[in-house]
């Protein structure tokens, strides 16, 4: 009569797709700031100062979508904020989509922009529109629901992101391989170029020979990985794409009024 958690506020329409925004939500919010460290770590090699203050846009310009917030949200209405907010939030994870193994700062500053500004606005809505399809008594127990939600997605989003990123690797590792042979003309420079560097530091030719097998092994790994990350991107994106259609299923909300920006 009085469960633990009451499953049974899914079926009203409103709370059932605000979960699931707040599910998918969690999957963007969690992921980006997972994949896009590891991604300058491990391609780039950024230390952890470096990695931070590149990262520091995102907080900031989510600064400014807060402010921007409560004066936009009663003129626009908190259902277009939210289209917007989510689009917004899927073209940030869409422009990550053509990386490349020289991106840093200059080149996240734009796709971190768009997720940072917009991350409010597809959060507080949210929190209006599932919260507020259910009468009072039964918020006690939906609210407990709704937040989990976030944090599910975000747990099981990392998790996927995590194997995409192995799979996806062994996957474009293999496909590169298939065009690098010893028979094409670059390759064949490109082995030239790294054993002759290698000649300048002494080393018998057998040795310089394995050390540029070596480096093009490395270099095939780290464009391989660059296109994991972009693929893990870009399904983060479609994810997005997904919420944005439900939203078209909702019921009007936010009538009374929005919910300060930090309401969840």
Known sequence: KEPI?????????NFGIGSLLSFITGIGLFCS????????????????????????????????????YPFLAPRIG???????????FGA??????????????????????????????????VVTMALGALPPSRLKSASGLFNLMRNLGGAIGIAVSSTMLNDRLNLHYE?????????????????????????ATGGDALNRAQAALGILHLRL?????VLAFSDTFFVIALCIAAGLVSVLFSRPFGAGGPPSPDAH
């Open 33 to 68: 700031v997972f994949l896009t460290p590891v991604f300058l770590a491990r391609v780039r090699g950024f230390d952890a100062l470096e990695i931070g203050l590149t990262m520091l846009s995102v907080g900031c310009f989510q600064l400014i979508g807060t402010a921007a």
């Open 5 to 13: 958690v009451d499953l049974r506020a899914l079926a009203v329409r």
């Open 221 to 225: 790994m780290r464009e391989a990985l």
């Open 175 to 199: 496909r590169l391989a298939e065009h690098v042979t010893h028979g094409r003309p670059v390759v064949v420079a490109m082995l030239r170029h790294v054993a002759g560097g290698f000649a």
């Open 78 to 88: 908190l259902r277009k904020l939210l289209v917007i907010g989510l689009v917004l």
């Open 92 to 125: 940030s994870m869409y422009l990550y989509v053509p990386l490349t193994n020289q991106w840093g700062w200059r080149e996240l500053l734009v796709p971190q922009a768009l997720r940072g500004f917009s991350q409010p606005w597809c959060i507080a809505p």
